[in-house]
């Protein structure tokens, strides 16, 4: 047994996210045989959050969860799964995690994992609109697309999108809104973001992009959207997508630092000795990025949380270096990237055509490749992938591409 793991003997993650059951179980799988307590502030079993905006909210029938882990996982490994047990407060000096019934939780190390929140949209009485985090969201937006027959949504962001496209595949007419001329733009530049529009605009949302929404007046069945253009908008349900924000409130005077996020290096480790962060509440310096960065995506969680397990049994303090990488799933269109564009990027099709709607399209800029996004071109991205992890430049993707690259503005 390694000194780290000798004296070490009570974990505490906070969120019972997919990045905190990574970490849980690579502790495990690491020879951790100390406490391992996961709080929940959910009172079900910990579920999987994309499918709720996928294939749960366009499904037929009634929306079953998809457990992260079977139910029996966390008795089969001594996990301590508290549900209904959030984190309230870090007691760094005494060493205790307080959690929402009053409990103070001794530790030796602490897994932030909290996770992110939809940002809330508040109608003028101060009623937050609905918005898709959990199952009983889901179940609310469902009943209320059934009850009033069509919906606006507010916001063009991916979650935004995914609901509008798994809402028409139920049939239910859509209204959305984004503050933006293109959806997704500042993620995947116009050439796509064209593409993404068209894409909704064929399947029958009435889009209005470019149009900020600058107040919501009303209640469910009758709300009156006004624009920053001056004109208004009538809708019986409105559903709010807007972005989201980090879980971070229950840290405040606890002495970590808070930055966009729990500020952690490149290891996952805060300003407090044996604190770590991990997922969508992190906000870490990334090597291959050259930023501090904090990622709302489900596959970096996992990795970080596995990772930041790893750090805590070794007491070493390994660079996170996985490069990013988010999909989503709109219609029958699968998009998926590596990487992360920058505002400068030029884009260039590398296979395929923008056209077709099936295309792989190359980022970069200044002799530097920064990203790669696929749309049913999933078997090529591999070796970008690859490129992207060891820092590869635009030459390298260029010949990996072999030299056959088009301007995405053709």
Not at 83 to 102: P, Q
Not at 289 to 312: E, K, N, P, Y
């Amino acid at each position: 047994m390694s000194s780290t793991l000798s004296t070490l003997r009570n974990v505490v993650i906070a969120g019972a996210s997919v990045a905190g059951l990574s970490a849980a179980d690579a502790l495990r799988q690491g020879g951790f045989d100390g406490s391992i307590t996961i709080l929940s502030d959910e009172r079900t079993v910990p579920y999987d959050r994309p499918p709720l905006s996928k294939e749960l909210l366009a499904a037929d029938g009634e929306p079953a969860a998809v457990e992260l882990r079977p139910q029996d996982h966390y008795a089969a490994h001594e996990l301590d799964l508290r549900l209904g047990h959030a984190a309230a407060g870090l007691d760094i000096d005494r060493r205790y995690v307080v959690t929402s019934d009053g409990a103070a939780l001794p530790w030796d190390a602490v897994v932030i994992a909290t996770g992110s929140r939809p940002r809330p949209l508040l109608t003028t009485s101060g009623a937050p609109l609905p918005v898709l985090r959990t199952m009983a969201d889901l179940v609310h937006i469902r009943d209320g697309a059934a009850r009033y027959g069509r919906v606006t949504l507010v916001g063009a962001s991916f979650i935004g999108l995914e609901i509008a496209a798994s809402l028409r595949r139920r049939g239910v007419p859509v209204t959305l809104f984004g503050a933006a001329e293109l959806p997704l733009d500042n993620v995947v530049g116009p050439e796509v973001a064209a593409d993404v529009r068209d894409l909704h605009d064929a399947h029958g949302v009435d889009l209005r992009l470019g149009a900020l929404v600058t107040a919501v007046e009303g209640a469910p069945g009758d709300y009156t959207l006004r624009l920053s253009d001056g004109t208004t908008h009538r809708a019986p349900f409105v559903v709010a997508g807007v972005g989201v924000e980090p879980n971070v409130e229950w840290l405040l005077g606890s002495g970590v630092v808070l930055d966009g996020g729990v500020a952690c290096d490149a290891a996952g480790r805060t300003n407090v000795p044996g604190v770590w962060a991990a997922g969508d509440v992190a906000a870490y310096d990334h090597p291959l990025l050259g930023a501090r960065v904090r990622i709302d995506h489900w596959t970096s969680a996992g990795q970080q949380g596995r990772h930041v397990a790893g750090g805590i049994l070794s007491g070493t303090a390994t660079p996170f270096t996985s490069v990013p990488y988010y999909w989503t799933d709109q219609y029958d269109r699968k998009f998926h990237c590596y990487g992360r564009r920058l505002p400068e990027d030029e884009a260039f099709v590398a296979e395929g055509s923008l056209a077709s709607g099936e295309y792989l399209v190359l980022y970069g800029s200044d002799g530097e490749f920064h990203s790669v996004l696929s749309s049913g071109r999933e078997r090529s991205l591999r070796g970008y992938r690859k490129l992207l992890e060891r820092r590869g430049t635009w030459a390298d993707a260029l010949e990996l591409a072999g030299g056959n690259l088009q301007s995405a503005h053709a």
